[in-house]
């Protein structure tokens, strides 16, 4: 597939050894939407994420939740919980966790936050839960809490988490919390079927890959804040065709390929050639290799 689409861009090579108008630029000098870092402005509203969307708002017509989404690296998970962080229209009072450590950490985090007040010290465990659903219940607002790398709870983490999620319910607090990560979180949530805990309302969901429709529409809406040359290039359907045939949609592995590219830009032949290339190698590096580092040699 990838060398019929590379006959094509060969076909209607834009002009010049490299691309005219496109001079080799350093990443440092370089401003692209195109990051490895998740920047919540650069959040493209993608059918995926879109429709994940609207299936968390309408939880919030139900009771408390505990809502699972799981995704493998690279789906734009840490970008989906930046945006809700900053969504104004939830009827929740919002709390995200980009990287939790202990359950005190999660407990004093929430209490500064929501009320400016620091639990004490010496509090722990259930004092600690009893001392917060105290003053959310006080507070009389719904309270919403996002756990983004989910998959990096501690077991005794997670088991808390769900422990002050039953207290906040016995105390009347409407709470919702979402755990996002990887798949292999849901290995972790099941071991808390050995505690004793009631019942809850749980949702599963899942946050899929782009489709080469979607990849097209992603890399046109974010070469918008490129040059009109690089969004000429990246509007290509060959080189749309190209990067959706060698990263399944991915977003971390298809902004390595385009943040290479800008860095030293090529044919479209030749930039679809050199994918070609690392969809054949990248299979046998070890996965603790970034998509950063799977394009190095573009």
Do not use: H
């Not at 104004?88 to 450590?101: Q, R």
């Not at 004490?120 to 996002?146: F, N, R, Y």
């Amino acid at each position: 597939m990838l060398n019929e689409i590379c006959d094509k861009a060969a076909s209607g090579m834009l002009p010049g050894e490299p691309v005219q108008g496109v001079e080799r630029r350093a990443m440092s000098d370089t401003i692209t939407p195109f990051q490895e870092e998740a920047v919540v402005e650069n959040y493209f509203a993608g059918k995926p994420s879109e429709e994940l969307w609207q299936q968390l708002r309408s939880v919030f017509t139900e009771e408390s939740t505990l809502m699972i989404v799981t995704g493998e690296a690279g789906v734009g998970k840490t970008m989906f919980c930046k945006k809700i962080a900053r969504e104004s229209e939830l009827p929740a009072s919002v709390f995200f966790f980009e990287v939790v450590g202990s359950f005190g950490d999660v407990i004093a985090k929430i209490a500064d936050a929501f009320f400016g007040i620091a639990l004490e010290a010496e509090l722990t465990g259930d004092a600690q839960i009893s001392g917060l659903c105290d003053a959310l219940q006080q507070k009389g607002e719904p309270v919403l809490l996002v756990f983004d790398q989910a998959e990096e709870l501690y077991l005794a983490t997670l088991e808390r988490i769900r422990r002050l999620y039953e207290s906040l319910c016995k105390a009347g607090v409407p709470a919702y919390v979402l755990f996002i990560g990887r798949p292999q979180f849901l290995d972790s949530y099941k071991q808390l079927v050995i505690c004793n805990f009631d019942e809850a309302r749980e949702r599963f969901f899942s946050l899929p890959q782009l489709s080469e429709a979607e990849t097209g529409r992603y890399l046109q809406a974010a070469a918008a804040g490129c040059r009109e040359v690089e969004m000429g290039f990246f509007s290509r359907p060959e080189v749309q065709q190209g990067l959706y045939q060698t990263t399944s949609g991915n977003y971390r592995t298809i902004n390595a390929a385009v943040r290479k590219w800008l860095s030293q830009p090529q044919e479209p032949a030749a930039f679809i050639k050199a994918l070609q290339y690392t969809d054949e190698t990248c299979t046998a590096l070890p996965r603790s290799y970034g998509a950063a580092t799977l394009f190095w040699s573009l």
